[in-house]
């Protein structure tokens, strides 16, 4: 009898094992390149007292020590054993991550993950995987978008480590970052990333302001340049939520017309460049700076380049006038209203 249960047990996990072949080997893959990340780290505390460490590197590690205490004690964020840790990436990119899209819907592709839900978006440590799943979904009909990642959480299940890549950031982009990441382990709701990343991005926002001038001072140099472009990235942002709408608009007429694809692909490129290429206009006369990039006929990206505006600045202003209007801009009551409202994991 229990050589027979035995057997059934082999069977099934056998059978589990093929039909998530795919999520096992992509789960093995992350597992061995975090692995390989918290293997080599150094403790903070070893690097400050290493003469053979730059003064300069010592201070960022200690800025990155103030601004999280600074998230636990002004913004009620949970603490953690987050960025204790050290790792050198030697100017080498970490992670990739892929975003795509419905090629007539700004609406995302998601991924489904065991205990922490769907994603719409997926990160591999091994840049040749992330081209092969992206061509792999170029296949099946979807828009892709790959690029790089600058950090990640782990939502307190691991010690997430400073990055080196992250020392090279400016104090305001680098309190955003670090608040933005420790947002995700004091509230993560499953399956609803675009209210964790959106809640995450205002955090960040609102704690980069708020760290700032208390450490430098409301005329500071370091506020004054964070403010600066945080105007402009607002804005950006803004303009390609417009832009989805635009593009929302045309996808539905396509439905009624019913174009063949080299018609609505051609209608889809031209009204992705032109709300590109608008953006220039967003600060005429008031300010020059540098356009993100310089779009083309021959390089317009496609709806996975919205997903990401979409999944980090779609809810902004809704969180803005409820932390206003009905907490009067008291952070650690409107935090505590927060995770009483959605459970965590």
């Known amino acids: ?72 004690d002004s913004l009620g964020l949970s603490p953690s054993k987050n960025y204790t840790t050290f790792y050198n990436q030697h100017g080498k990119p970490l992670m990739w991550v892929i975003n795509a899209s419905e090629r007539y819907q700004i609406k995302a592709y998601k991924w489904t993950f065991p205990i922490i839900g769907t994603f719409p978006y997926k990160g591999y440590f091994d840049s040749t995987r992330a081209v092969v799943e992206e061509q792999e979904l170029i296949k099946s009909g979807l828009d892709t978008d790959i690029g790089e990642a600058s950090a990640w959480s782990t939502l307190g299940y691991l010690k997430d480590p400073i990055l080196s890549s992250m020392l090279r950031r400016r104090e305001g982009s680098l309190a955003n970052l670090i608040l933005h990441e ?6 993560f709701v499953k399956n609803d990333l675009e209210l964790n990343e959106n809640l995450a991005s205002f955090v960040g926002d609102l704690g980069a302001i708020r760290f700032l001038t208390q450490k430098y001072g409301a005329d500071s140099k370091q506020l004054k340049a964070y403010e600066f472009s945080k105007k402009y990235n607002d804005a950006y942002a803004q303009h390609m939520l417009r832009g989805i709408s635009k593009l929302d608009s045309l996808y539905k007429t396509f439905g009624y017309n019913n174009p063949d ?40 990206p496609n709806n996975a380049y919205f997903i990401g505006y979409q999944t980090y600045k779609s809810k902004q202003n809704q969180f803005r006038e409820e932390f206003e209007t009905k907490f009067g801009r008291d952070f650690k009551k409107y935090l505590s209203y927060l995770k009483e409202k959605y459970p965590s994991l």
């Open 261 to 300: 694809s080299l018609i609505k692909d051609s209608l889809k490129n031209k009204t992705i460049l032109k709300i590109l290429n608008d953006a220039d206009t967003l600060f005429a006369n008031q300010i020059t700076l540098k356009p993100k990039s310089v779009w083309t006929e021959k390089n317009v």
């Open 1 to 72: 009898m229990f050589r027979k249960i035995s057997a059934v047990i082999v069977i099934l996990l056998l059978i589990l094992g093929f039909y998530y072949r795919d999520l096992i080997s992509y789960g093995w893959m992350q597992a061995k390149g975090q692995a390989t990340i918290l293997l080599n780290v150094q403790d903070v505390e070893e690097i400050l007292r290493d003469p053979s460490y730059p003064d300069s590197l010592k201070s960022r590690i200690r800025l990155i020590e103030e601004i999280k205490q600074f998230g636990v």
């Open 182 to 187: 420790l947002t995700h382990g004091t509230l």
